[in-house]
């Protein structure tokens, strides 16, 4: 089985992201050391729990920064990460219970859907990401370069904001 390794092949540009992602493949890959290689138990527990913790930790990260920037394809986003969070629970059970085959099925599930879903479904969520910064630096500079009674104000979120008088 082939070891993934992140490159800029799997790059979405927003450097929090590429980062985390990078993370997870290292996770990944040394889990598949110690299958390979016949770790020990407790080192593969210790592996198995670095790589679902990274990925688990990951997708919250990710939902957060969609729902900020109010991403439409949220729920959608969201059905694909819990579908593959599921998946990996299953694989760990079996693996914990003494399976060791579902560590090697682990692995070849993650090798495809990891690049699949980084390529698609991160990529997409990655360019609203930009284009949500790119307007909230727009409303800023504009807010900014104006004399202070023409300010416009708004809320973090791009909402017309009436300050109180002071
Ligand atoms: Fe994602
Ligand atoms: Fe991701």
Known sequence: MR????SI?????VTE???????????LSEFQRLCDGGGSLPEIRKATERLTTRMMDHFAHEERLMRAARYDALKWHRKLHM???WRVESFV???LAGEPEAGAELVEYLTNWLPNHTRVADRMMAAALRNHERCMWKVTFQAGTKPARERKWVTVTGEPFEPPAS
């Not at 070891?3 to 992140?6: E, S």
């Not at 092949?9 to 540009?13: G, R, Y």
């Not at 992201?17 to 996770?27: N, Q, S, T, V």
């Open 93 to 95: 059970d079996r693996l």
């Open 9 to 13: 092949s799997h790059a979405v540009f």
């Open 83 to 85: 579908a593959a969070k």
């Open 3 to 6: 070891t993934l390794n992140w």
């Open 17 to 27: 992201i590429d980062d985390e992602h990078k993370g997870i493949f290292d996770a």
